[in-house]
């Protein structure tokens, strides 16, 4: 079982960058694939980015280009830099891990969760 907690989300104004961080604890961190999420008011939770054990990214395509996810697996941390940043960025990012080696997507695919950060991008 993960535990899973995010940090450093805030308030930016447009075009500006914000690095968010998840550090998990428990076991078998480096057979989770982990990816982050966000969430809009009155939305649903949209994927963001996703990592897998060896390191192969995944995107949604509109943060293609500005969002970079990697690992770390020795401090068992996945940070999400995110540069260029939009208004409609603005959300609460949250970090999941699936278990097991194949990447999903969905939300409904992950079984462990962070409490969320606020990202707030200010036109």
């Known amino acids: 079982q993960l535990q899973l907690a995010e940090s450093g989300g805030g308030l930016v104004q447009a075009g500006g960058s914000l690095r968010i961080s998840c550090a998990a604890s428990?076991?078998?961190?480096?057979?989770?694939?982990m990816g982050w999420f966000r969430q809009a008011p009155g939305k649903e939770r949209e994927f963001v980015a996703a990592v897998s054990w060896s390191g192969d990214t995944y995107y949604l395509d509109s943060v293609k280009g500005r969002f970079t996810i990697s690992r770390d697996n020795a401090g068992n941390t996945v940070p999400l830099q995110m540069a260029s940043l939009k208004p409609e960025d603005t959300a609460v990012y949250y970090c999941?891990?699936?278990?097991?080696?194949?990447?999903?997507?969905?939300?409904?695919?992950?079984?462990?969760w962070g409490q969320g950060t606020q990202v707030t991008v200010s036109s």
């Open positions: 428990g076991r078998d961190f480096n057979r989770h694939v």
């Open positions: 999941g891990a699936r278990k097991g080696a194949i990447v999903r997507t969905t939300s409904v695919d992950y079984d462990y």
